[in-house]
């Protein structure tokens, strides 16, 4: 089974920072295309960070120059620094990416557990 976890959610100051981790688990080879998402309670489940297979990256407005999301050279791993967090980024965190399989099959669209982070004062 491939499957994706994340981790490295929690609670945070206004200003402070959490890295967060989606790592491939499982009988996952390697991670492809990986979007980061959140939502919070009340909303709508909303992409925040696009890293793509060949690592070029978009952000969404809200987050740009605070977020940074980067896969590791073993590409099983792709994270997401967040800095300067504030209030508006409470909400439960969710990566999707693109897998490929130990049976060499693609799993695309596969959704983590979700992380929860928090940011208050």
């Known amino acids: 089974q491939v499957q994706l976890v994340e981790s490295g959610g929690g609670l945070v100051q206004p200003g402070g920072s959490l890295r967060l981790s989606c790592a491939a688990s499982?009988?996952?080879?390697?991670?492809?295309?990986t979007g980061w998402y959140r939502q919070a309670p009340g909303k709508q489940r909303a992409l925040v960070a696009i890293i793509s297979s060949s690592g070029s990256v978009n952000y969404a407005d809200s987050v740009k120059g605070r977020f940074t999301v980067s896969r590791d050279d073993t590409k099983t791993t792709v994270y997401l620094q967040m800095d300067s967090l504030k209030f508006e980024d409470t909400a439960v965190y969710y990566c999707?990416?693109?897998?490929?399989?130990?049976?060499?099959?693609?799993?695309?669209?596969?959704w983590g557990q979700g992380t929860q982070v928090t940011v208050s004062s």
């Open positions: 999707n990416g693109d897998l490929r399989g130990s049976d060499g099959r693609m799993y695309f669209h596969t």
């Open positions: 499982g009988a996952t080879f390697s991670i492809g295309q």
